[in-house]
């Protein structure tokens, strides 16, 4: 029978007087018109900016589908306005664009929210190998998983929003590592599928609405960056494995759905894995765990993450899936979450 284990909510801030000035970076791209939707009608901020990703008069734009949440427009990207004008700036501008501002910000003072892959991965090499477009790493960095990193994310000057591959992929997981259950050099397979929303605006054949259309395609084979950031953290709670990571694009306008196959480090059973991740995400109300393996309309336009773990008693394996909105959990809503965290706020604030 169909089960979802839902916690209960968290209160949310009373006082809904702004607290802080916002802008964004990189308004006209799927992630960033998800955050001005969200941000406008935030009660605790006050949205004080949104520019494109140019600088230039060419970039400014109007967007009449938020007109009645906020003016619509968008205006060429200012530094000098974002460091005058906001106390937070989200960034959701390309890698290399976004590693070049961050610093600047950060060193002027004004806390970021970058949702680029710029400063995601925390070694030096690792990010040279990666990204090598980007720039030195400022001070005050936390990887913004939020469920992950809570304390890290309160008092960060910048915080890296993860991928939406890692997102899913380990909140799925974590918690068998927690367990012991995932254990150095595991073998580990994800299997990934996103909607076509998230590979951005910018126009490619691997988007194009005749090549999407009624089809399902690899890419990133056989290496996806978003493969070192998985690797990174699995690591960092314990268990540095090399995963097998492999996405897919699906003929969605977004939505995306991790399958993961485990080998455990010693047999477990149905009991012992649903109790475990109901322990591991007790309280945690932007998580959900149905023993159905879950689709991505059940999550879509939510900051849900919904995980369901089966034990394969043929093979030894265990399935784990993990379903979230690739704009929302897997981008704009998980930024406003972490925004929460950073002002001190509930996490709910704004989302829900």
């Known amino acids: 029978m169909?089960?979802?284990?839902?916690?209960?909510?968290?209160?949310?801030?009373?006082?809904?007087?702004?607290?802080?000035?916002?802008?964004?970076?990189?308004?006209?791209?799927?992630?960033?018109?998800?955050?001005?939707?969200?941000?406008?009608?935030?009660?605790?901020?006050?949205?004080?900016?949104?520019?494109?990703?140019?600088?230039?008069?060419?970039?400014?734009?109007?967007?009449?589908?938020?007109?009645?949440?906020?003016?619509?427009?968008?205006?060429?990207?200012?530094?000098?306005?974002?460091?005058?004008?906001?106390?937070?700036?989200?960034?959701?501008?390309?890698?290399?664009?976004?590693?070049?501002?961050?610093?600047?910000?950060?060193?002027?003072?004004?806390?970021?929210?970058?949702?680029?892959?710029?400063?995601?991965?925390?070694?030096?090499?690792a990010r040279a190998a990666w990204y090598p477009e980007t720039h030195r790493m400022p001070a005050g960095v936390a990887y913004g998983l939020t469920e992950r990193e809570r304390g890290s994310v309160a008092r960060a000057q910048l915080v890296a929003n993860p991928g939406c591959y890692p997102t899913a992929t380990l909140l799925a997981l974590s918690p068998l590592v927690e367990a012991g259950l995932l254990l150095p050099n595991s073998d580990v397979i994800v299997d990934a599928k996103s909607g076509v929303s998230g590979a951005g605006r910018a126009p490619s054949d691997k988007v194009h609405f005749v090549t999407a259309d009624e089809n399902v395609n690899a890419y990133g084979v056989p290496l996806h960056r978003h493969v070192a950031e998985i690797d990174q953290e699995l690591a960092l709670l314990g268990a540095p494995v090399t995963a097998t990571f492999t996405p897919h694009l699906l003929p969605l306008d977004q939505g995306e759905l991790v399958s993961c196959y485990v080998t455990p480090a010693r047999l477990t059973d149905q009991d012992e894995l649903a109790g475990l991740y109901a322990d591991a995400y007790v309280g945690e109300r932007f998580v959900e765990l149905t023993d159905r393996p879950p689709g991505v309309r059940d999550v879509r336009d939510t900051n849900i993450c919904r995980i369901s773990v089966h034990e394969d008693p043929r093979t030894g394996k265990l399935i784990v899936f993990g379903a979230i909105d690739n704009l929302w959990k897997g981008a704009a809503s998980q930024a406003v979450q972490n925004l929460n965290l950073m002002l001190g706020l509930g996490e709910g604030e704004g989302i829900t």
């Open 2 to 125: 169909h089960t979802v284990v839902q916690p209960s909510a968290a209160p949310l801030v009373s006082d809904s007087q702004p607290v802080a000035r916002v802008a964004v970076a990189g308004a006209t791209g799927f992630t960033g018109q998800e955050l001005l939707r969200l941000l406008s009608r935030h009660p605790a901020v006050s949205l004080t900016a949104a520019m494109s990703s140019g600088q230039t008069a060419a970039s400014s734009r109007r967007l009449p589908a938020l007109a009645r949440l906020w003016n619509g427009t968008v205006v060429p990207l200012s530094p000098e306005t974002l460091v005058n004008e906001a106390d937070i700036v989200f960034l959701a501008l390309p890698d290399s664009a976004a590693a070049e501002l961050a610093p600047a910000l950060v060193d002027a003072g004004v806390r970021v929210i970058d949702l680029s892959g710029a400063f995601r991965l925390r070694d030096e090499a």
